[in-house]
C-alpha cells in the first residue's frame, strides 16, 4: 500500500531514528515466520514503550493504515505475517523482565521477553511458568500469549491462558487498557484477559503481561518406550491415567518422523512404530514411585526397548529426540504444509493410522508426532509443489486430515492457532452463528479491521 510521506515521517518521528524501517533489506527480515510464507510489510517500527505504540496505533487508525503485531516469528499458523501490508509493530526493544514476585508468585514481564530468557531468570529463584513451547529459544511471551501455546507441559499443567493474570494492551484506536493483576480471584465483568489470550493480535497489542509462577517440582523422571503398534501405544496412555498418575508430558513419535531425527542427529533408535515419553514430576519419593509403575505399564502393554532415563543428562537426550522433530522434518527438504489438530486423546492412534492411509491415497509423504497426553497432534505433509499435481494432492489430503479430525470430535488448532493456514477450514469447525458471535468481537474492537487484518476470518492470499 502506498503511505503518504508525511504519515511516514510522523511514524519515524514516534519511534525514533533508529527504530523506523522502509527500506527492503531490512524489510525482508520480518516478512516471514515458520510457516516460510512470505508478506512485506511497508514500515516496520521497533518501539520502546507502550506510549509509543499507543502513539502509533493511533495515527494509523486515523490513516487507515494496518498493523501487524510481531514477536519472534516461530509461528506455524502465519499469525504475524503482514498479509495486507501496512506497518509491523515488532518487540524486539521491548523484552524487559520488569518484576518477579517471589512472594505472590507472579512475574510482570514486556512482550517481547524470549521464553527462555524468562525460564532461566526464574528458576533461579526456584520458580518455573509451565508453558514451555519447542521454540522456546526463539519464541516470545507475547507471541505465545497471542496463540495460547501449550507444549508438552498441558497434560499437567494447562496451556497459557491458565497462568495470565493480567494484561496492559493498546486497542487498535490508540487507548491503553489495564485487566486483571496479581489477584488469583477476580470476576470483575467479562473475563477480557482469557479473551486477548489466544486472540493471535487481532483485537488489541499487548504491552505487559502478568503470568502466574509455580515453584520448581522438586524433582523429575523421564521414561521411553517404542511400540510396533499405534493401538498399543494408546492402550499404555489410557492405563498410566487409570492408574491415578498425571504425568506432566506423554509425547509422540511416528515412524517417519524418528527416521528424520535418526539423519539430523545422527543417532540410532529402535526400529518401532511409534516413540511415547513420559515425564512425571513431583516429591522426589512420589515421583520415584510413579515411574516404577509407568515402568511396569510399559511392560504390560507390549512396549520394547524402553527405560527410565538414569539422571538428568540422559532424559535431556530423550527430550532432544522428541524436540527436533520439527527442525529435522524441515531438513528433509522439499515444499511442507504443517497442521496442529486435536483429538479426544484415546482416538489418537486411529487418527494416525488413517493419516497415513490418506497419505498413501494421494501419494504424499506425511509425518506425525505431538502430545499424546492431550491428543494435540502435528502432522506435516512433504511434497513439492513445482510438480502441479503434489500441489494439488498435498492441499487435498490437508483438508482430508481437518476433515477426519473434526469427524472424531476434534479440532483444527491446539496450540498453534488459526491465523493464515487453518482460516481456510474455520467453516468444518464452527457454524454461522459462531462464526458471526467471532466477528461481533472483532468489530467491538476493531471497528475498521486494521489490527493482525487477513488472520482467522476469511483468508485469501493475495500474493
Wanted: one cysteine or more; glycine letters at 8%.
Amino acid at each position: 500500500m502506498v503511505i503518504k510521506s508525511e504519515v511516514l515521517q510522523k511514524l519515524k518521528n514516534i519511534a525514533g531514528d533508529g527504530n523506523f524501517f522502509t527500506d527492503k533489506e531490512t524489510l525482508q527480515h520480518f516478512n516471514y515466520d515458520a510457516t516460510e510464507r512470505r508478506y512485506m510489510p511497508d514500515v516496520v517500527v521497533t518501539p520502546k514503550s507502550t506510549e509509543e505504540i499507543s502513539k502509533i496505533m493511533e495515527l494509523c487508525y486515523q490513516e487507515n493504515i494496518p498493523i501487524t503485531p510481531q514477536g519472534g516469528k516461530t509461528g506455524l499458523s502465519g499469525g504475524c505475517l503482514p498479509v495486507k501490508g501496512g506497518v509491523i509493530i515488532s518487540f524486539k526493544n521491548m523484552k524487559n523482565i520488569l518484576e518477579i514476585d517471589d512472594k505472590n508468585y507472579t512475574a510482570t514481564v514486556e512482550p517481547g521477553v524470549v521464553a527462555a530468557d524468562f525460564q532461566k531468570a526464574i528458576r533461579d529463584k526456584g520458580l518455573f511458568f509451565p508453558p514451555d513451547p519447542s521454540s522456546t529459544v526463539e519464541s516470545t511471551l507475547g507471541g505465545n500469549v497471542a496463540e495460547n501455546a501449550g507444549y508438552t507441559r498441558a497434560v499437567k499443567y494447562g496451556v497459557t491462558k491458565d497462568y495470565i493474570l493480567g494484561l496492559e494492551a493498546v486497542l487498535p484506536n490508540g487507548k491503553v487498557i489495564h485487566l486483571g493483576g496479581k489477584n488469583i480471584k477476580d470476576v470483575t465483568g467479562y473475563d477480557l484477559v482469557r479473551l486477548l489470550v489466544g486472540s493471535e493480535g487481532t483485537l488489541a497489542v499487548i504491552t505487559k503481561i502478568i503470568v502466574k509462577l509455580l515453584p520448581l517440582p522438586e524433582s523429575r523422571r523421564t521414561l521411553i518406550g517404542y511400540f510396533d503398534d499405534m493401538t498399543i501405544g494408546a492402550d499404555f496412555v489410557v492405563e498410566i491415567f487409570k492408574s491415578g498418575i498425571i504425568p506432566t508430558a506423554i509425547e509422540f513419535m511416528d515412524r517417519m518422523t524418528m527416521k528424520a531425527v535418526e539423519s539430523y542427529l545422527n543417532v540410532e533408535l529402535p526400529e518401532a512404530e511409534a516413540m511415547i515419553l513420559v515425564e512425571v514430576d513431583g516429591n522426589k519419593f512420589a515421583v520415584d514411585d510413579e515411574a516404577e509403575k509407568i515402568l511396569k505399564i510399559y511392560e504390560k502393554t507390549g512396549a520394547k526397548d524402553f527405560r527410565l532415563a538414569i539422571d538428568q543428562k540422559e532424559a535431556d537426550k530423550f527430550w532432544i529426540i522428541r524436540r527436533e522433530s520439527l527442525p529435522s522434518l524441515k531438513a528433509k527438504g522439499g515444499d511442507q504444509l504443517e497442521a496442529d489438530i486435536v483429538v479426544p486423546r484415546y482416538f489418537l492412534p486411529a487418527y494416525v493410522k488413517n493419516i497415513h492411509k490418506l497419505a498413501d491415497e494421494y501419494k504424499c509423504q506425511v509425518a506425525a508426532y505431538g502430545h499424546a497426553g492431550d491428543g494435540n497432534l502435528h502432522i506435516t505433509i512433504i511434497y513439492h509443489k513445482s510438480s502441479f499435481q503434489d500441489l494439488v494432492n498435498a492441499n487435498e489430503l490437508f483438508a482430508r486430515f481437518y476433515e477426519e479430525a473434526i469427524k472424531l470430535g476434534g479440532s483444527l488448532s491446539g496450540e498453534h492457532g488459526i491465523g493464515i493456514t487453518a482460516a481456510p477450514y474455520l467453516k468444518m469447525q464452527l457454524g454461522e452463528t459462531e462464526i458471526e458471535l467471532l466477528r461481533s468481537i472483532k468489530k467491538a474492537f476493531d471497528p475498521k479491521g486494521l489490527l493482525n487484518p487477513g488472520k482467522i476470518f476469511d483468508f485469501k492470499d493475495e500474493e
